[in-house]
T-cell receptor
Framework: KNQVEQSPQSLIILEGKNCTLQ??????????LRWYKQDTGRGPVSLTI?????NTKSNGRYTATLDADTKQSSLHITASQLSDSASYIC?????????????FGQGTILTVHP | KAGVTQTPRYLIKTRGQQVTLSCSPI?????VSWYQQTPGQGLQFLFE???????NKGNFPGRFSGRQFSNSRSEMNVSTLELGDSALYLC???????????FGPGTRLTVL
């Protein structure tokens, strides 16, 4: 069964600290993995998209890693800011040209306190 | 460039009613996808339209339907509403295929 598991479900950190969110998947075949950030009351915004051959991809203070062998990805947030408080969703694509082949994780809710 | 817009932003309906949600994609985008998001199930794919044709459909009952117009705007219809249909309905557009999707702000539907 194609599944995407994210951990932790929720996380509270202090402003300025770093944190790492995890994503494990059993989706096959694998095409790419995306991380989205979703602020409360808004639609998700893409942070990174990684294909099989990419190990690391950065977007500002966000760095995603991918280990296609172990089927694990992580999203590392450096020097967190209050605006990083959001839900972070991991999405894995089975390929092809259809969005029906996307499998979504349940998300990690990150809260950054001052 | 304007982003994806969805109307209405909030909607309250009662069981048994039907509802139509609207999505205007980014100019030039031809693919529009719809998703349902609930706290318990997360994001779930409803269907995708490309050039006025439904290209793929998720595992939702036939009460959920959609269409796309020649200007790429899309509508989603839910008939005979149930309490469990209460959710945030998100629309996303992209140029053509599985390239980067841009999401709208969503329509929050509450079924009483």
């Amino acid at each position: 069964k194609n599944q995407v598991e994210q951990s932790p479900q929720s996380l509270i950190i202090l402003e300025g600290k770093n944190c790492t969110l995890q994503c494990n998947y059993t989706v096959s075949p694998f095409s790419n993995l995306r991380w989205y950030k979703q602020d409360t009351g808004r639609g998700p915004v893409s942070l990174t998209i990684m294909t099989f051959s990419e190990n690391t991809k950065s977007n500002g203070r966000y760095t995603a890693t991918l280990d296609a062998d172990t089927k694990q990805s992580s999203l590392h947030i450096t020097a967190s800011q209050l605006s990083d408080s959001a839900s972070y969703i991991c999405v894995v694509s089975r390929g092809g040209t259809s969005y029906g082949k996307l499998t979504f994780g349940q998300g990690t809710i990150l809260t950054v306190h001052p | 460039k304007a982003g994806v817009t969805q109307t209405p932003r909030y909607l309250i309906k009662t069981r048994g009613q039907q509802v139509t949600l609207s999505c205007s994609p980014i100019s030039g985008h031809r693919s529009v996808s719809w998703y349902q998001q609930t706290p318990g199930q997360g994001l779930q794919f409803l269907f995708e339209y490309f050039s006025e044709t439904q290209r793929n459909k998720g595992n939702f009952p036939g009460r959920f339907s959609g269409r796309q117009f020649s200007n790429s705007r899309s509508e989603m219809n839910v008939s005979t509403l149930e309490l469990g249909d209460s959710a945030l309905y998100l629309c996303a557009s992209s140029l053509a295929g599985l390239d980067e999707q841009f999401f709208g702000p969503g329509t929050r539907l509450t079924v009483l």
